[in-house]
């Protein structure tokens, strides 16, 4: 869809196709124990040259060069993790449609989402232990946090659609730089409890055993479908309109 003709429908739309991606990239995550060595600085401080941090950071910084110079963050909806120091793109540019305010490029809560993600979410759906997969751990966790950004970060779409169906109730609020009242106007409690519900509902279709004659599952599922609810409410909304709140303060500048 052309992205000037986008609406509170179809964005919203977009944001439940993305739950298939998260709780997808949530159940290969959950298929490795926590692993933990893949998240502490000391596990390849001495081993990778110039370089200090975990194995993950290594992963998602080593991944994110080469995603760059393909030109994956000259698209207004993708956020890198580690934008100091990126490459510039190779690729001839692509003409992506201006459907946000400017300063939205400013705005980019990857360094929250990445805390919320290894201090926070790791340890309510995964199983401790070490299997040491470590690689292959970090490689799950980069398919979650990119996918975790791409549906938080889109609080920018979500937040123009609704300022431009009613700017004369957002913008008081937002010459005031008033945070309570702007989060109040852009909160749909009703929308936020169906979020919740399909999710989980999600969770169960998507993470059952699946056997020829129906009778694998038992009530277990690859990830605990009250857990991806959890996620939702606690985290990932909550983020979400954390961004939107931020796009809106900068809305009129
Ligand atoms: O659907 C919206 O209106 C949104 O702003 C998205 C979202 C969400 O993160 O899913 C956030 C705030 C609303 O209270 C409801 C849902």
Redesign the pocket.
């Known amino acids: 869809m052309a992205k000037n003709s986008l609406t509170?429908e179809s964005?919203?739309h977009s944001?439940i196709r993305q739950e298939d991606s998260i709780i997808f990239s949530l159940i290969e995550r959950a298929h490795f124990p926590i692993n933990s060595p893949t998240y502490s600085q000391s596990y390849v401080s001495n081993s990778i040259p110039a370089f200090s941090g975990s194995l993950l950071r290594f992963v998602v910084k080593e991944t994110e060069a080469p995603l760059a110079k393909a030109g994956r963050y000259a698209n207004p909806e993708e956020h890198p993790f580690f934008p100091e120091d990126l490459p510039p793109s190779v690729v001839p540019p692509h003409n992506f449609a201006k459907f946000l305010h400017p300063p939205a490029a400013s705005i980019n809560i990857n360094q929250d989402i990445w805390d919320t993600y290894i201090n926070k979410l790791l340890q309510l759906f995964v199983a401790p232990g070490d299997d040491g997969n470590y690689a292959s751990t970090a490689a799950s966790d980069l398919v979650c946090l990119q996918a975790l950004s791409r549906r938080i970060h889109y609080?920018k779409l979500?937040a123009e659609v609704?300022f431009r169906e009613s700017p004369q109730e957002y913008e008081p609020a937002i010459r005031a730089k008033d945070r309570d009242t702007l989060m109040k106007l852009?909160?749909?409690?009703k929308?936020?409890e169906a979020?919740m519900k399909r999710v989980a509902k999600k969770a169960m279709m998507f993470g059952q055993e699946v056997t020829l004659n129906n009778d694998g599952n038992h009530g277990k599922y690859k990830v605990d479908p009250s857990v991806v609810s959890r996620l939702?409410g606690d985290w990932?909304?909550p983020l979400?309109?954390h961004v939107?709140v931020e796009y809106l303060l900068r809305r009129l500048d």
């Open positions: 509170l964005v919203r944001l609080g979500v609704k852009l909160t749909f409690e929308v936020e979020v939702y990932i909304m979400t309109k939107e």
